[in-house]
């Protein structure tokens, strides 16, 4: 069974810092990846994904995470942290085939603050 | 493009009552749907998974008799919280992929209260 775990469950950084969220899965074979992200009371937004191809993938608002399948991780990561970035986010495994092919599983989350 | 919208986006009900939460794609054929519960703090949990014009598979634990999920057509399907409990306040989130597409669109969510 494919299951994500989010380690940090709640992160703080500066506006301005960078910013790395973890995230390590566990699946039988080359998983589909993706990171969301939620504002309270909202749905989710989709940052980036990985399929297959090049390891480091680039996704909106200047974010980016590195597939490495030697350490079963997706980092999610943002050079420079805005404000605005303050969410919660969440990483997610996707099934590649059979009867999980298409669905998600989640992590629990990683809620990020931004300090002026 | 790839919009998908809910409805009601929150909704206060009776215990005992049936509530209906529609999940629209506005701009894309949507052949399958997806629906998930989120308890406060914590991760989605899949409930189930529709296709168009087929019955909804149900994740185990998942009591299909109390979640109805209806896919009637490529833009719209619905799940009915029937008998509805306390227990049952949750924030449902519906999403929706199209044909040959694997990425899910996510709808905004309707939060859920039973007093």
């Known amino acids: 069974a494919q299951s994500v775990t989010q380690p940090d469950i709640h992160i703080t950084v500066s506006e301005g810092a960078s910013l790395e969220l973890r995230c390590n899965y566990s699946y039988g074979a080359t998983p589909y990846l993706f990171w969301y992200v939620q504002s309270p009371g909202q749905g989710l937004q989709l940052l980036l994904k990985y399929f297959s191809g090049d390891t480091l993938v680039q996704g909106i608002k200047g974010f980016e995470a590195e597939f490495k399948r030697s350490q079963s991780s997706f980092n999610l990561r943002k050079p420079s942290v805005h404000w605005s970035d303050a969410a919660e986010y969440f990483c997610?495994?996707?099934?590649?085939?059979?009867?999980?092919?298409?669905?998600?599983?989640f992590g629990q989350g990683t809620i990020l603050t931004v300090h002026p | 493009g790839a919009v998908v919208s809910q409805h009601p986006s929150w909704v206060i009900c009776k215990s005992g009552t049936s509530v209906k939460i529609e999940c629209r794609s506005l701009?894309?054929?949507?052949?399958?749907m997806f629906w998930y519960r989120q308890f406060p703090k914590q991760s989605l949990m899949l409930m189930a998974t529709s296709n168009e014009g087929s019955k909804a598979t149900y994740e185990q634990g998942v009591e299909k008799d109390k979640f109805l999920i209806n896919h009637a057509s490529l833009t719209l399907s619905t799940l009915t919280v029937t008998s509805a409990h306390p227990e049952d306040s949750s924030f449902y989130i519906c999403?929706?992929?199209?044909?040959?597409?694997?990425?899910?669109?996510f709808g905004p969510g309707t939060r859920l209260t039973v007093t």
């Open positions: 997610a495994v996707g099934g590649a085939g059979g009867t999980s092919y298409g669905k998600l599983t």
């Open positions: 999403s929706a992929s199209g044909k040959l597409s694997y990425e899910q669109y």
């Open positions: 701009d894309f054929q949507a052949t399958t």
